[in-house]
């Protein structure tokens, strides 16, 4: 067992003489004179020497109390760094990151990529919207062009190409479009121009596929591509995964590149918020690895 004196008294006397005032280490430790005077007496009887000389002129250490201060010191100091290395960090603030996206594209390419924003920015929250919200950070929009109030830019074209079910692959195009429906996407009670703009790319006539099933969604038409129900025309950025493992596969060569894109729109009065910055950089660096 430590045979030490009290470690309140050893810290008034560290304090009383860094200031050699017993006034003055009362204020630096919030007591009274009178509480720093009883610990120094405390501490001499239970040492049996005396630390201090007082006279007229002030307080001094005599020569055991400055035998003494250099141990001490040291013990606080490291007392103090040993606390530190143990204490809690206090949590970090998390910084709010609001995203307005299209719904396929928050789905089928955001969604999938959540767990790598998460390792780079530990910090942010991230709340979703795919809805055209006007209090969001940044927005990612399909368009044609960048917008003029908005610091615009692109980070990927359209590229659309014909897929379907693995069982359908090396099968010719006669055939499949012989037994198999086109799914085409209504927006607005119109149908996209997906396959019209493909059959021209691939040089097809379109009454051959002007038939087949509408949807509302394009997620539901990559779905029922996946189960085997007809061919898709899909843009191959919402199709990685599916791509990836083997659940639809390109049937042919032929592929629309454009005219639309998804762009990153970030209003003049956020381009220099960091967590924008951040998640912009983020964002390119996931366009990046896709090519």
Known sequence: MRRLPSLIALRFFEETARHLSFSRAAASLFVTQSAVSRQIRLLEDALGAQLFERDHKGVNLTEAGQRLLPFVEQAFNAIERGV??????????????????????????????????????????????????????????????????????????????????????????????????????????????????????????????????????????????????????????????????????RLSPAQVVGPFGYWLDVAPANVAAEHVRAFAAWLREQVAERT
């Open 84 to 249: 530190g290395e143990v204490a809690a960090a206090p949590p970090k603030t998390k910084r709010r990151l609001t995203v307005s996206l299209p719904p396929t594209l928050a789905t089928q390419w955001f969604s999938p990529r959540l767990g790598t924003l998460s390792e780079a920015q530990p910090d942010v929250e991230l709340s979703i919207r795919t809805d055209a919200s006007d209090d969001c950070d940044c927005r990612i929009r399909f368009g044609r062009a960048a917008l003029p109030d908005m610091h615009s830019e692109l980070l990927m074209m359209e590229r659309h190409a014909l897929v379907g079910a693995p069982r359908f692959s090396g099968e010719p195009l006669d055939t499949l479009f012989g037994k198999l429906s086109p799914l085409h996407v209504l927006h607005e009670g119109k149908r996209l121009t997906m396959w019209v703009d493909w059959c021209a790319q691939a040089g097809i006539p379109y009454t051959r596929v002007s038939d087949g099933i509408e949807f509302s969604t394009l997620e539901q038409a990559i779905h029922a591509a996946r189960k085997g129900a007809g061919l898709a025309i899909v843009d191959l950025n919402m199709i990685e995964e599916e791509i990836g493992d083997g659940t639809l596969v």
